[in-house]
């Protein structure tokens, strides 16, 4: 297909600053949820969200956990330097394998106050984990890369210990504000499971234990799949030509029984978050790799899916080669990775549906929900705005039926 020309403009919206939400609510559902289906809006809660899905929906939800991933060291004059943790470099760049190393560990970063941190010069601090003080050194391996190498003193101790016990959480920037407490908890979902985000997929923010249990009781039926959210998903548009915009590589994992769980469901695939979305939709380009010979290269380009084709695969045609591919391997997991770009001019493959937050004007996000909801998201972002709703990470939320 030939690829479509954007204007971003028609993509942008006024957000006042007071509509963005800095701090979450006392309680994760009570958040507001706004329905659009069949071009209507109407308003609810978070809460009553198991009364709005339809019985044979299946729910997609992605349960990375986010990572402490802003360590801090000072140095010996008193210079602060900010390391922000990006993407696992060595001994493996398997984001669940590094966490658990017990011996040192490369990272691509952002570094702040760079200048001050001198080519040879080895950064220290202590920390306490457990009953144990622990001392955590950072080495610059290659400054034009920003590639940082951690290591501690303690072969019992795994990085993601570390991590846990030395860095902060990653709030967005957009908060601007300094992350307290609270975040620990609250910039997590209650199902977050596998560690190596640095940012949350906020989607999932509002659910609670009791509306997984309303949700189960009306026969809605769940599965997980993984993608560890990296920085770039707050990296704004700058490019002239909206599709020369750089998308970071993102890291996946899927299990053999959440593919098997989609291939058998004969209803609605609802995605929990603009990161599932990536995931499920990947994971079908995936399985046009594999029909087209290229089953041994899991990274879905972000431009993969514009490429001109004579015919596409049905959904459990890419789905079944998937699993025959791991099932050759006795491959129980498959991990790869996306910079799967979704734009109007997109079609929709797995999904019927999404929950997710109201997003950033101009934003890759926004993008993606206009691709859902045509020009009716201009509707539905004035009328969040209208009713008060509440912006961006600890905000609101929507569930958008594609009709």
């Known amino acids: 297909m030939q690829i479509p020309k954007i204007d971003l403009k028609a993509y942008e919206y006024t957000l006042p600053e007071e ?21 209507e809006i109407s308003h609810f809660h978070f809460y009553d969200l198991p009364d709005l899905l339809p019985a044979d929906t299946l729910l997609v939800y992605n349960d990375t956990k986010v990572i402490p991933a802003r360590l801090i060291f000072q ?46 010069e080895v950064l220290k ?15 610059l391996k290659n400054r034009d890369e920003k590639l940082v190498e951690f290591s501690w003193n303690d072969p019992e101790i795994s990085f993601v210990d570390v991590v846990e016990a030395s ?18 908890n609250r910039y997590q979902t209650v199902y977050s499971e596998k ?15 009791e509306v997984f249990e309303k949700l189960e009781s009306k026969g809605i039926q769940k599965t997980q799949v993984t993608l560890h959210v990296s920085a770039g998903t707050f990296q704004p548009i700058k490019a002239t030509e909206v599709t020369e915009h750089p998308m970071h590589s993102e890291q996946i994992v899927i299990t053999l029984q959440t593919i098997e769980k989609i291939l058998s469901h004969q209803g609605n695939v ?15 380009w995936y399985g046009v790799k594999i029909l087209e010979g290229k089953g041994d290269d899991f990274l879905i380009e972000k431009l993969f899916p514009y490429k001109d084709r004579n015919s ?85 939320s929507s569930l958008l039926w594609m009709d």
Not at 195 to 209: I, K, N, R, Y
């Open 167 to 184: 860095g902060e959480v990653p709030l967005p920037p957009y908060l601007n504000r300094k992350p307290v407490e609270e975040d620990k």
């Open 270 to 284: 609802v995605a929990v978050g603009t990161t599932s979305v990536r995931t499920l939709e990947s994971l079908y």
């Open 125 to 139: 601090g202590k920390i306490q984990i457990g009953s144990k003080e622990v001392i955590l050194e950072a080495k």
């Open 312 to 396: 596409y695969p049905t959904v459990q045609n890419a789905l079944e080669a998937v699993l025959d591919f791991m099932k050759s391997k006795s491959a129980k997991t498959l991990i790869g990775a996306t910079e799967i770009f979704i734009f109007p001019g997109y079609q929709f493959k797995v999904i019927k549906g999404l929950i997710t937050n109201f997003h950033q004007p101009g934003s890759t996000l926004v993008l993606l929900i206009a691709t859902i909801l045509d020009d009716r998201w201009k509707k539905v972002y004035q009328e969040a705005l209208e009713k008060d709703y509440r912006f961006l990470s600890y905000g609101d």
């Open 195 to 209: 560690e190596g985000a640095v940012a949350a997929p906020t989607a999932g923010l509002h659910f609670t234990s």
């Open 75 to 120: 140095r010996e004059t008193g210079a602060r330097i900010e390391i922000f943790l990006l993407q696992p470099i060595a001994p493996t760049t398997v984001i669940p394998e590094i966490m658990l190393a017990k011996h040192p560990v490369t990272w691509e970063t952002m570094i702040g106050n760079a200048k001050k941190w001198k080519d040879e």
């Open 19 to 39: 509509r963005i939400a800095k701090f979450p609510l006392e309680k994760r559902s009570d958040s507001k949820l706004l329905l659009c289906k069949k071009g």
